[in-house]
């Protein structure tokens, strides 16, 4: 019996190490890839990009004698995450995936590690951002990468005239591009002094709008806010901390915010904010440059004055939303090499250089030393107008439901737990406390 | 002689007595088995996705949210004492009974009015009566909320041109929850006017005839002729509008998400929400499956006394 226990522990020790060896090995291109590869990827908003990317991945295909196919899968109505469920669920389908913030985190058992890959990209470029990590580094293990198409962040998106006109605050003159005075940013650009200026431009007609539902873009706005002002739902170690004086000076400066805003946020869609502020009754939304981009094609002198910048500082920081895509590569591919590789390839600089651009720069890569595409300072009207968009201050980027245990994190982001909480103090009339005792109720189950 | 007739009931016994090839043959051409065959296909269809996915979804409520281990009833006793469920739960009863009401108050209004136009015209309103109905539900809900829009709203345009109120359709809560069961109804009612119409044209018109002679007014009618004899189509109707309606999905997903604050949630997006977005499979199907303790009973109900009714005639 000790003998057999002896061989038994001989083997998964012997079998562990290998193991660890497989994840530890680094990176090596192989000699030469071949079959098929299927590729599941974001359907990308911005007109032209995904045909880059199906042009790139051709290229690739025919230089590697892999046949590659590419299904551009969109977001609208949760397509693409319904569609991951059930290719993780069936153990079929395509070989790569285009996963969304927190669906490494829910799929992370079928997904391959692909620790190698990330050391070889941060040896030649540097490391991910933070973010990137929290959301696709589970139990010391990469299950993803950061797909150069599709991740995008969220910065404040004000008309310049109404701003100058209505609040006295020249945006441009403020978050310039080039050089910046970080200090005057600092010192004007508070959410004290920006409930100031909505409640101004509230009274000229043109609110500040953003969602406040279940929707993704409610998350990206409202967690980053609360984060601002110190109030965390969950700690890192999983406690639950929602009940605190930030979370009740957040919830307090809601109300008085969402005085100002226009009563229909409550039911507004992902793209409830980009109508807002292309009919030109809005003056300030939170979004990447996708409003801008329609704007310019459907509204373009609304777009000339549209400027994308900083989001205000609470009294526990600066932050801004995210919204990430990360590519895995599922486990019950038969072809893990050349997704490997395909992978690899994709996420070299020229090739992410290209991508960016082909969208206008909406994409942006969680990887700082990408971050020097000049996309950002060339598209126009009016000229520079993304130069901010990559973030040149000290913003920092988060995922709302940060800094609890991703698990937690997910359900806190995908069950809109922050908004509903808000939801229920400004528009149902809920006091601070019953909002908070619901908030606890849940989040008590989303840790079980 | 003897001999010959030995051997001529030989033959006669081996006749009676086919073998086993041709009895294999005799039971494949007996009517229970040739009935059986032909209802294969169906039942193959139900086993595959009634039955399979149905003890599937009990079995994934079972266990935990890795799915790794069996936690028998944990999920449900874990939803029983969330508030956020029993919000779900009051309004999908509320969803599913006030619009299955409606459909039927409007579906037998709509019978009657289509009934009683001259033979010639009916086909043109039975037709027209059907559009919302062919319409698949999640395209037509989309034109619903156009006109909902919450900031550009059609309807809210046409009413500001005749001096109306703006009215929040999907912001506010009252609202909200009125727009899904309008839509609901809408799509729905056609199938009751065209069952209860079906139902009507079967009535005979001597009872009709009879009840007149006997001095019955026209609500007299309608009480002791009319109702007893649609009884059973009535709640047959009825029964199977509520399991449609409780299981509803797309008009809630499409036109609320669920919002505002979780209150037009169903059974199905909450399942979905958690389920799917969420990665909770089990606790997903944990919530489709308290629909069917609810289901269950109302079937056992209507079904009995359908049952009891026809024993009666």
Same mark, same amino acid.
């Given at each position: 019996m000790a003998h057999s226990l002896s061989s038994r522990r001989r083997f998964i020790g012997t079998t562990s190490a290998l193991g660890a060896a497989a994840i530890a090995a680094p990176y090596v291109k192989s000699a030469h890839s071949a079959g098929k590869l299927a590729l599941g990827l974001w359907d990308h908003w911005v007109p032209g990009a995904n045909d880059v990317m199906a042009? !790139?991945?051709?290229?690739?295909?025919?230089?590697?004698?892999?046949?590659?196919?590419?299904?551009?899968?969109?977001?609208?109505?949760?397509?693409n995450i319904t569609t991951a469920a059930a290719e993780a669920r069936a153990r079929t389908g395509h070989d790569i995936f285009s996963l969304p913030t927190w669906q490494v985190t829910i799929h992370e058992e079928s997904l391959v590690p692909v620790d190698d890959m990330v050391e070889e990209l941060a040896k030649q470029y540097g490391p991910y951002d933070e973010t990137a990590a929290y959301l696709a580094k589970h139990n010391g293990t990469w299950r993803a990468l950061v797909a150069p198409?599709?991740?995008?962040?969220?910065?404040?998106?004000?008309? !310049?005239?109404?701003?100058?006109?209505?609040?006295?605050?020249? !945006?441009?003159e403020l978050f310039p591009i080039g050089h910046r005075d970080q200090a005057k940013i600092d010192s004007e650009w508070t959410y004290a002094n920006f409930l100031e200026a909505a409640t101004k431009l509230n009274a000229a007609g043109h609110p500040f709008g953003n969602p406040i539902g279940p929707t993704s873009d409610s998350q990206d706005w409202i967690g980053p806010l609360f984060q601002s002002f110190g109030s965390e739902m969950v700690n890192a170690d999983g406690d639950v901390t929602v009940d605190s004086d930030a979370t009740r000076q957040a919830l307090d400066f809601m109300k008085e915010l969402t005085s100002v805003m226009p009563p229909d946020v409550y039911a507004w869609d992902d793209a409830g904010n980009n109508r807002w502020i292309i009919s030109g009754m809005g003056s300030c939304i939170q979004n990447p440059p996708s409003a801008w981009t329609v704007a310019r094609r459907d509204a373009p002198e609304v777009a000339a004055q549209l400027w994308h910048h900083d989001t205000p500082s609470g009294p526990a920081g600066r932050y801004r939303g995210t919204l990430p895509y990360l590519w895995g590569i599922w486990d019950f591919?038969?072809?893990q090499t050349a997704a490997k590789d395909l992978l690899m390839w994709l996420s070299q600089k020229e090739q992410t250089d290209t991508l960016i651009r082909a969208s206008n720069g909406y994409d942006l890569p969680l990887r700082p030393s990408f971050l020097d595409n000049t996309v950002w300072e060339s598209e126009a009207p009016p000229d520079g107008v993304i130069y901010n968009y990559p973030g040149r201050g000290n913003e920092q980027i988060i995922v709302a439901g940060y800094p609890a245990p991703p698990p937690i994190a997910a359900n806190i982001y995908t069950q809109g737990l922050i908004p509903t909480m808000v939801a229920r103090v400004t528009q149902g009339g809920e006091s601070l406390d019953d909002a908070i005792f619901w908030a606890e109720e849940e989040l008590a189950g989303y840790s079980r | 002689m003897a001999r010959s007739t030995t051997a001529s009931s030989q033959q006669y016994l081996s006749a009676a007595k086919p073998s086993g090839y041709r009895q294999v043959l005799l039971f494949l051409n007996s009517k229970a088995m040739i009935a059986f065959f032909m209802c294969l296909p169906l039942l193959i269809l139900i086993i595959g996705l009634v039955v399979y996915p149905f003890f599937y979804a009990v079995y994934l409520s079972m266990l935990n949210k890795a799915e790794t281990e069996f936690v028998g009833l944990d999920n449900f006793f874990f939803l029983i004492h969330r508030s956020t469920f029993w919000m779900v739960f009051k309004q999908s009863l509320l969803f599913a009974l006030t619009a299955v009401f409606f459909k039927a108050l409007l579906g037998f209004i709509a019978a009657h009015l289509i009934h009683n136009v001259p033979p010639r015209g009916q086909r043109v309103w039975r037709g027209l009566s059907l559009v919302p109905w062919v319409i698949p539900p999640a395209l037509s809900t989309l034109g619903w909320w156009w006109l909902f829009d919450p900031t550009h709203s059609a309807v809210n345009w046409l009413l500001a041109e005749i001096g109306g109120p703006h009215i929040p359709w999907l912001s506010d809560v #009252?609202?909200?929850? #009125?727009?899904?069961?309008?839509?609901?109804?809408?799509y729905g009612a056609p199938f009751f006017l065209i069952m209860y119409l079906a139902s009507l044209k079967s009535i005979p018109e001597e009872l009709y005839d009879a009840a007149k002679v006997d001095g019955a007014s026209s609500f007299q009618r309608l009480r002791f002729v009319t109702f007893p004899m649609m009884r059973n189509i009535i709640s047959i109707t009825m029964l199977f509008s509520t399991i449609v309606t409780l299981a509803n999905f797309d008009i809630a997903r499409i036109l609320t998400q669920g919002g505002p604050r979780n209150t037009t949630h169903l059974f199905g997006t909450y399942a979905f929400k958690l389920g799917i977005e969420g990665g909770d499979v089990p606790l997903g199907a944990a919530v489709s499956l308290f629909m069917f303790p609810v289901l269950a009973v109302l079937a056992v109900f209507i079904l009995r006394d359908v049952r009891q009714r026809a024993a009666r005639v």
């Amino acid at each position: 019996m000790a003998h057999s226990l002896s061989s038994r522990r001989r083997f998964i020790g012997t079998t562990s190490a290998l193991g660890a060896a497989a994840i530890a090995a680094p990176y090596v291109k192989s000699a030469h890839s071949a079959g098929k590869l299927a590729l599941g990827l974001w359907d990308h908003w911005v007109p032209g990009a995904n045909d880059v990317m199906a042009q !790139l991945c051709e290229t690739w295909g025919q230089d590697n004698n892999v046949e590659v196919t590419v299904d551009f899968i969109t977001s609208i109505g949760f397509k693409n995450i319904t569609t991951a469920a059930a290719e993780a669920r069936a153990r079929t389908g395509h070989d790569i995936f285009s996963l969304p913030t927190w669906q490494v985190t829910i799929h992370e058992e079928s997904l391959v590690p692909v620790d190698d890959m990330v050391e070889e990209l941060a040896k030649q470029y540097g490391p991910y951002d933070e973010t990137a990590a929290y959301l696709a580094k589970h139990n010391g293990t990469w299950r993803a990468l950061v797909a150069p198409t599709g991740t995008h962040t969220y910065p404040m998106v004000s008309r !310049l005239d109404y701003f100058k006109e209505h609040a006295g605050i020249d !945006l441009q003159e403020l978050f310039p591009i080039g050089h910046r005075d970080q200090a005057k940013i600092d010192s004007e650009w508070t959410y004290a002094n920006f409930l100031e200026a909505a409640t101004k431009l509230n009274a000229a007609g043109h609110p500040f709008g953003n969602p406040i539902g279940p929707t993704s873009d409610s998350q990206d706005w409202i967690g980053p806010l609360f984060q601002s002002f110190g109030s965390e739902m969950v700690n890192a170690d999983g406690d639950v901390t929602v009940d605190s004086d930030a979370t009740r000076q957040a919830l307090d400066f809601m109300k008085e915010l969402t005085s100002v805003m226009p009563p229909d946020v409550y039911a507004w869609d992902d793209a409830g904010n980009n109508r807002w502020i292309i009919s030109g009754m809005g003056s300030c939304i939170q979004n990447p440059p996708s409003a801008w981009t329609v704007a310019r094609r459907d509204a373009p002198e609304v777009a000339a004055q549209l400027w994308h910048h900083d989001t205000p500082s609470g009294p526990a920081g600066r932050y801004r939303g995210t919204l990430p895509y990360l590519w895995g590569i599922w486990d019950f591919s038969e072809n893990q090499t050349a997704a490997k590789d395909l992978l690899m390839w994709l996420s070299q600089k020229e090739q992410t250089d290209t991508l960016i651009r082909a969208s206008n720069g909406y994409d942006l890569p969680l990887r700082p030393s990408f971050l020097d595409n000049t996309v950002w300072e060339s598209e126009a009207p009016p000229d520079g107008v993304i130069y901010n968009y990559p973030g040149r201050g000290n913003e920092q980027i988060i995922v709302a439901g940060y800094p609890a245990p991703p698990p937690i994190a997910a359900n806190i982001y995908t069950q809109g737990l922050i908004p509903t909480m808000v939801a229920r103090v400004t528009q149902g009339g809920e006091s601070l406390d019953d909002a908070i005792f619901w908030a606890e109720e849940e989040l008590a189950g989303y840790s079980r | 002689m003897a001999r010959s007739t030995t051997a001529s009931s030989q033959q006669y016994l081996s006749a009676a007595k086919p073998s086993g090839y041709r009895q294999v043959l005799l039971f494949l051409n007996s009517k229970a088995m040739i009935a059986f065959f032909m209802c294969l296909p169906l039942l193959i269809l139900i086993i595959g996705l009634v039955v399979y996915p149905f003890f599937y979804a009990v079995y994934l409520s079972m266990l935990n949210k890795a799915e790794t281990e069996f936690v028998g009833l944990d999920n449900f006793f874990f939803l029983i004492h969330r508030s956020t469920f029993w919000m779900v739960f009051k309004q999908s009863l509320l969803f599913a009974l006030t619009a299955v009401f409606f459909k039927a108050l409007l579906g037998f209004i709509a019978a009657h009015l289509i009934h009683n136009v001259p033979p010639r015209g009916q086909r043109v309103w039975r037709g027209l009566s059907l559009v919302p109905w062919v319409i698949p539900p999640a395209l037509s809900t989309l034109g619903w909320w156009w006109l909902f829009d919450p900031t550009h709203s059609a309807v809210n345009w046409l009413l500001a041109e005749i001096g109306g109120p703006h009215i929040p359709w999907l912001s506010d809560v #009252f609202w909200a929850r #009125f727009s899904i069961i309008l839509v609901n109804v809408w799509y729905g009612a056609p199938f009751f006017l065209i069952m209860y119409l079906a139902s009507l044209k079967s009535i005979p018109e001597e009872l009709y005839d009879a009840a007149k002679v006997d001095g019955a007014s026209s609500f007299q009618r309608l009480r002791f002729v009319t109702f007893p004899m649609m009884r059973n189509i009535i709640s047959i109707t009825m029964l199977f509008s509520t399991i449609v309606t409780l299981a509803n999905f797309d008009i809630a997903r499409i036109l609320t998400q669920g919002g505002p604050r979780n209150t037009t949630h169903l059974f199905g997006t909450y399942a979905f929400k958690l389920g799917i977005e969420g990665g909770d499979v089990p606790l997903g199907a944990a919530v489709s499956l308290f629909m069917f303790p609810v289901l269950a009973v109302l079937a056992v109900f209507i079904l009995r006394d359908v049952r009891q009714r026809a024993a009666r005639v």
